[in-house]
């Protein structure tokens, strides 16, 4: 497995390279990023702010992350961080999330290369409060 693409993955510094769109409050708790009074138009993303993460296609990759959130129905994307959005790799169903952190993984291969990739976290249903942790995406 190759280096994790993912800066600030485990949230060590804060908010750095994530934010949210929409409704909601994020913070940083016990080493997870954590949103609470979302909507389902509310979206977690990360972009790295450093050095723009390319991905190529082809080539295999494997997302993993941690997710919290007791009864919430998580959406996952990667794509092009910019105009026009296009997607890598969706979550179909979404992810059902219980109180307690869960592991996920995900193999996709993009099928064009995308210069400045992106994550986006979406909350379709449910209320509360969903954290992260231990982001990680690499190639195979």
Do not use: I
């Amino acid at each position: 497995m190759g280096t994790n693409l993912v800066t600030n993955s485990d949230f060590s510094t804060g908010q750095t390279d994530w934010h949210l769109e929409g409704a909601g409050n994020l913070s940083v708790n016990n080493g997870a990023l954590c949103v609470s009074g979302f909507d389902a138009n509310s979206l977690v993303g990360w972009t790295s702010g450093a050095a723009p993460v390319m991905l190529m296609a082809g080539t295999s990759y494997r997302l993993s992350y941690q997710a919290s959130g007791n009864g919430v129905s998580m959406h996952v994307k990667v794509g092009l961080s910019m105009a026009p959005y296009t997607g890598d790799f969706e979550t179909s169903p979404n992810e059902s999330l219980q109180s307690n952190l869960q592991s996920f993984t995900h193999t996709f291969t993009p099928a064009q290369n995308d210069v400045k990739t992106g994550f986006a976290f979406t909350f379709p249903s449910g209320n509360g409060t969903v954290c992260l942790d231990n982001v990680t995406l690499t190639a195979n």
